[in-house]
């Protein structure tokens, strides 16, 4: 009796052992899978994660700099960037390792990321004048169309065409309400100037820069230039939009922040 607990454990254990053993043999493996000289998108995905972390560090220290009013900007900025820091490793991974497309890690890197970046856009605002929180909602329910429809078509639950075109369609509105809606009401009357000029350069950001995503999906699915090149271009794309819209759309509020906080300093 106790002679077969003791083999059933020890079988048992020889199991976990040698389960562990398969784990860390597979560990191996996939640590010998490295990055190869020529993957470019591997190697970009490397640099922008080590650049998202830096921008990170930079972005929570640079509180110090800048006024209560502008502090929370900057918390935001950090956020994004280490959010997308963190999807980066994984999507790195996925790259190097397998060669295809990290497409879920990306989508919920943006479902985070996007809407933190819509609140950024809302504090901007709030920052000098009272924004109806309409104005935060619709920005929202725009975004969640966007990526909702693109992921759609990515994953392919729905055509490629669809997709897009679902993606498309809350894109353009959210560029409707930032143009013509209430949001850019609210800038053309009553944001001091350097506050104006921010919002302005967002708002190009928002056009010119995010339309890079869009390309990527045309280039990554509509194009029909073979899987390979195309899941390159795709991603490529993808992650030069990052740069630009996470780093860079930080450094724009930055910018905007610490020159504010010194000419309210002079006064
Ligand atoms: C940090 C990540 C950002 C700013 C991601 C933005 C993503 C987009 C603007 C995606 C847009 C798309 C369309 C406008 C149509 C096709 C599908 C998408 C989702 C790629």
Do not use: C
């Not at 020889?14 to 053993?21: I, K, N």
């Not at 309409?134 to 065409?161: C, D, H, K, N, P």
């Not at 498309?168 to 000029?197: C, D, T």
């Not at 899987?227 to 724009?252: Q, R, T």
């Amino acid at each position: 009796m106790i002679m077969s607990k003791i083999g059933s454990v020890a079988a048992k254990l020889a199991a976990v052992a040698s389960g562990s053993f398969l784990i860390s043999k597979t560990a191996f493996a996939a640590s010998s899978s490295v990055l190869k000289a020529d993957d470019f998108v591997g190697i970009s995905f490397w640099i922008i994660s080590m650049a998202l972390i830096a921008s990170t560090v930079f972005f929570f220290l640079e509180r110090d700099r800048v006024s209560a009013k502008w502090k929370t900007s900057l918390t935001v900025s950090g956020l994004v960037t280490l959010v997308a820091a963190v999807h980066y490793f994984y999507m790195r991974d996925v790259w190097v390792t397998t060669g295809s497309t990290p497409t879920v890690f990306r989508y919920i890197d943006w479902l985070i990321t996007v809407p933190l970046l819509m609140i950024e856009f809302y504090l901007i605002l709030s920052a000098i004048a009272k924004v109806p929180a309409g104005v935060f909602w619709r920005l929202m329910v725009g975004t969640l169309v966007m990526l909702v429809g693109g992921y759609l078509g990515e994953a392919r639950y729905i055509g490629v065409w669809p997709g897009f075109i679902i993606g498309m369609i809350g894109w353009l509105f959210i560029l409707y309400e930032i143009f013509a809606g209430q949001a850019g009401k609210i800038n053309a009357q009553s944001a001091p100037p350097s506050v104006q000029s921010a919002f302005n350069t967002m708002r190009w950001i928002v056009t010119i820069g995010w339309a890079i995503y869009p390309l990527g999906y045309f280039f990554g699915y509509l194009t029909g230039s073979g899987p390979e090149s195309s899941a390159n271009a795709l991603n490529i794309i993808y992650n030069a939009a990052d740069v630009l819209n996470k780093i860079a759309f930080g450094l724009i509020i930055w910018t905007v922040a610490v020159s504010e906080s010194e000419s309210s300093l002079k006064k």
